[in-house]
C-alpha cells in the first residue's frame, strides 16, 4: 500500500511520518507539503501513486481538494488533526502519529 503524507511545509510533521512508517509496517511511503516553500511540494504524481492520503490538518486537505479535484475523486483522504506544534522527530510527535495511524495499518 502506498501512503502519502502531507503537512504545510514538508519539514517537520509528514516527513516524520514517512520515516516513521517506512519500516515494518508493511506500506510504501511517501511525503509533500502543500506550501511553495515546501521541501516537497505535492505534485499530481504523487497523487497517482497514493493508495492512501493523509493529512495533518483540515487545511491541507481543503487545498488539495481545491488544486486537484480530478486527481482525487477516487482517493481517500483521511485528516490526522496533528498541529505544527512538534520539530523532526519529535517524541510525541510519533507518539501521536503512531496512536493516529493504528486503524489504518495493515
Known sequence: MNTLFICSRN???SPTAERVF?????ISTRSAGTS????HRISAKDIAW???IF???QKHKQNIKEKFPNQ???KKVMVLDIPDDYHYMDEELIEILTEAMQP???
Open 11 to 13: 519539514q517537520w510533521r
Open 22 to 26: 517506512a519500516v515494518g509496517y508493511g
Open 36 to 39: 511553495k516553500h515546501a521541501k
Open 50 to 52: 497514493a493508495d492512501m
Open 55 to 57: 493529512v495533518m490538518e
Open 72 to 74: 482525487l475523486q477516487h
Open 104 to 106: 489504518y495499518l495493515p
